[in-house]
């Protein structure tokens, strides 16, 4: 079993940034990918970035394009979400999710962490 956790959530102004962390541990096969999405109070959860380990393409969602970066750091199985210039839509909790494959089956698994509130306020 594979653990997800998020951190970095906090409370940040208008205009501001922030950085959220999403550290995977536990067996660890292999990476897909990984994608951060966000879910706002009685919302639906939407992605927001997801990267593909095999090629290092990010995308990214429409409403965050330009104002967030998507990255990893292989060593920490970790990656990250830099968050700038973040408005008060961007209010959520937000969620990582890894993608795993076995490398003999070729099965694909789904975890996800608990989640990391970001919470966007003047």
């Known amino acids: 079993q594979v653990q997800v956790e998020e951190s970095g959530g906090d409370l940040v102004q208008p205009g501001g940034s922030l950085r959220l962390s999403c550290a995977a541990s536990g067996r660890i096969s292999r990476f897909n990918g990984m994608a951060w999405y966000r879910q706002s109070f009685g919302g639906q959860r939407e992605l927001v970035a997801a990267i593909l380990f095999a090629g290092g393409e990010t995308t990214y969602a429409d409403s965050v394009k330009g104002r967030f970066i998507m990255y990893r750091d292989n060593a920490k199985n970790s990656v990250y979400l830099q968050m700038n210039r973040v408005k008060s839509e961007d209010t959520g909790v937000y969620f990582c999710?890894?993608?795993?494959?076995?490398?003999?089956?070729?099965?694909?698994?789904?975890?996800w962490g608990q989640g990391t509130q970001v919470t966007v306020s003047s």
């Open positions: 999710m890894v993608e795993m494959v076995d490398g003999g089956s070729g099965d694909r698994s789904e975890y």
